[in-house]
């Protein structure tokens, strides 16, 4: 007989693993990395165009990187046309004409991953999660701000 597991490191563990698995095969389809997609993403969520330092600080935060990787990811992006400073403003970022469908074209496609996936879950059980893994993540954050 099969029991559910209590919620721990190692059940959200495998959880952020298989899904990030499929996520990774998703992006390798565009020849986007993680990072990329994660910097488009946020870039398209600031109405196409951010400031770098803020781009930094998101990505540095979240993703738990240092400013390099962030600075390489954007030196790729804007090497391969995705992205570009502003022009007149050397702090601002925006997305390409390609960078910008590109980026439709990922959330499409994680749309379609995110039925798959979360579909049969009721919007109580979503809601539960989401709060419970929202908590996890600021105690987890407040740790490594004491680190």
Same mark, same amino acid.
Do not use: P, W
């Given at each position: 007989m +099969?029991?559910?597991p209590t919620l721990n490191g190692?059940?959200? &563990?495998?959880?952020?693993?298989?899904?990030?698995?499929v996520l990774e095969h998703l992006l390798?389809?565009?020849?986007?990395?993680?990072?990329?997609? %994660?910097?488009?993403?946020?870039t398209a969520d600031s109405g196409g165009a951010v400031d770098r330092e803020?781009?930094?600080?998101?990505?540095? +935060?979240?993703? @738990?990187?240092?400013?390099?990787?962030?600075?390489?990811?954007?030196?790729?992006?804007?090497? +391969? @046309?995705l992205m570009e400073t502003l022009p007149g403003d050397t702090s601002r970022l925006?997305?390409?004409d390609t960078g910008q469908a590109l980026n439709r074209e990922i959330r499409g496609a994680i749309g379609e991953l995110t039925t798959r996936l979360y579909g049969a879950l009721s919007a109580d059980e979503l809601a539960t999660? &989401?709060?419970?893994?929202? %908590?996890?993540?600021?105690?987890?954050?407040?740790?490594?701000?004491? %680190?």
């Open positions: +099969s029991t559910t190692q059940v959200i &563990g495998q959880a952020h693993y298989a899904t990030r698995a390798a389809r565009t020849g986007t990395t993680f990072h990329q997609s %994660v910097a488009l993403n946020a803020q781009l930094i600080t998101r990505m540095t +935060s979240t993703l @738990k990187i240092d400013a390099a990787a962030v600075l390489a990811t954007i030196a790729e992006l804007t090497d +391969s @046309k925006r997305l390409t999660a &989401g709060r419970i893994l929202t %908590v996890i993540t600021a105690r987890a954050n407040a740790e490594l701000a004491d %680190v």
